[in-house]
């Protein structure tokens, strides 16, 4: 299962995020059809949606307030709890392939900044200069949105589910029965130097558990950090919900407490699933042997049965 952002999708964007989830999903089951474990699938799924300029994560990605990009990412093995996740990185462009390398080569979990780029160059990935990931299209959206915060509170502005949040994820189970959970961010537009979101933080916007489930969440991620949503979420898998009702007390629960916006995909061993949102749109994608559905579900929508 695959996830491109929940939030007010416009419909010229609708197919560019259709087709993006589209070939996210079809990266990440070649890597099963193989027999690639779960983790392998979920980076390779990640990679192609930082790739993808639609998306916030890699290139593309929402600017800062200084006019850069900074990633986030993170990526969770459900048969071990090894996970791996940097924050605040400007000048790799993969940030989920230095995820992994701190999950597999590093005893740490998390590194942050000029540290994570350290780490990830001296593990084989090559660093890049920050005006590789700027995009114009993300310039002008800066621009508009500086102009914006002037009639709004900051805090308006980001928590309004217009605005965008193309959090990029992933969740797969293997041929040996584990589960694991990839996210990865450009984070929020207009952000302060050094904010780190909701996405590349265990238990909040990641989480995969064989004993309960994987779960990767997209929207405002101040909320979705105060609730440690995604723990929360595989929670309600470990004793008995089942997961489709799991993700939307969990985003019942997120505009109950604290008025949040934003999605979710979710997945058990037994291959059970739930995706949930209560924006106006979300992009996700899901593939099993025999079946693949596509979409960009409209709220209100049960997505799956």
């Given at each position: 299962?695959?996830?491109?952002?929940?939030?007010?999708?416009?419909?010229?964007?609708?197919?560019?995020?259709?087709?993006?989830?589209?070939?996210?999903?079809?990266?990440?089951?070649?890597?099963?059809?193989?027999?690639?474990?779960?983790?392998?699938?979920?980076?390779?799924?990640?990679?192609?949606?930082?790739?993808?300029?639609?998306?916030?994560?890699?290139?593309?990605?929402f600017l800062n307030h200084d006019g850069k990009v900074q990633l986030d990412a993170m990526i969770m093995e459900g048969a071990t709890l090894r996970a791996g996740g940097v924050g605040c990185v400007e000048r790799v462009r993969n940030p989920i392939r230095a995820a992994r390398k701190v999950l597999e080569e590093s005893p740490h979990l998390y590194f942050v900044a000029?540290?994570?780029?350290?780490?990830?160059?001296?593990?084989?990935?090559?660093?890049?200069?920050?005006?590789?990931?700027?995009?114009?299209?993300?310039?002008?959206?800066?621009?508009?949105?500086?102009?914006?915060?002037?009639?709004?509170?900051?805090?308006?502005?980001?928590?309004?589910?217009?605005?965008?949040?193309?959090?990029?994820?992933?969740?797969?189970?293997?041929?040996?029965?584990?589960?694991?959970?990839?996210?990865?961010?450009?984070?929020?537009?207009?952000?302060?130097?050094?904010?780190?979101?909701?996405?590349?933080?265990?238990?909040?916007?990641?989480?995969?558990?064989?004993?309960?489930?994987?779960?990767?969440?997209?929207?405002?991620?101040?909320?979705?950090?105060?609730?440690?949503?995604?723990?929360?979420?595989?929670?309600?898998?470990?004793?008995?919900?089942?997961?489709?009702?799991?993700?939307?007390?969990?985003?019942?629960?997120?505009?109950?407490?604290?008025?949040?916006?934003?999605?979710?995909?979710?997945?058990?061993?037994?291959?059970?699933?739930?995706?949930?949102?209560?924006?106006?749109?979300?992009?996700?994608?899901?593939?099993?042997?025999?079946?693949?559905?596509?979409?960009?579900?409209?709220?209100?929508?049960?997505?799956?049965?």
């Open positions: 299962m695959v996830h491109g952002g929940a939030w007010a999708i416009p419909d010229d964007a609708v197919e560019a995020h259709r087709l993006g989830v589209g070939n996210a999903l079809a990266a990440g089951w070649r890597v099963l059809e193989r027999g690639g474990t779960a983790v392998e699938a979920v980076e390779a799924a990640v990679v192609v949606l930082e790739d993808d300029e639609t998306f916030d994560a890699g290139r593309g990605s000029d540290g994570a780029e350290r780490f990830a160059a001296e593990h084989g990935i090559q660093l890049i200069d920050n005006s590789e990931l700027v995009i114009p299209r993300e310039v002008e959206r800066l621009r508009n949105a500086k102009d914006q915060v002037q009639l709004e509170t900051p805090s308006e502005f980001v928590s309004s589910p217009m605005s965008s949040h193309d959090t990029v994820g992933a969740v797969a189970l293997d041929a040996q029965g584990n589960i694991a959970a990839a996210t990865s961010t450009g984070g929020t537009l207009n952000k302060m130097p050094g904010r780190v979101g909701d996405s590349s933080l265990i238990g909040c916007g990641c989480y995969a558990d064989n004993e309960s489930a994987a779960v990767s969440t997209t929207g405002w991620g101040e909320a979705m950090m105060k609730l440690v949503l995604g723990k929360w979420t595989v929670d309600r898998v470990l004793i008995g919900t089942e997961p489709q009702t799991a993700a939307e007390e969990a985003i019942a629960y997120l505009k109950r407490r604290l008025n949040g916006h934003g999605g979710l995909i979710l997945l058990d061993r037994e291959g059970r699933v739930g995706i949930a949102h209560n924006t106006p749109r979300m992009a996700w994608a899901i593939k099993t042997i025999g079946s693949e559905r596509v979409g960009i579900e409209n709220r209100g929508n049960r997505v799956l049965a």
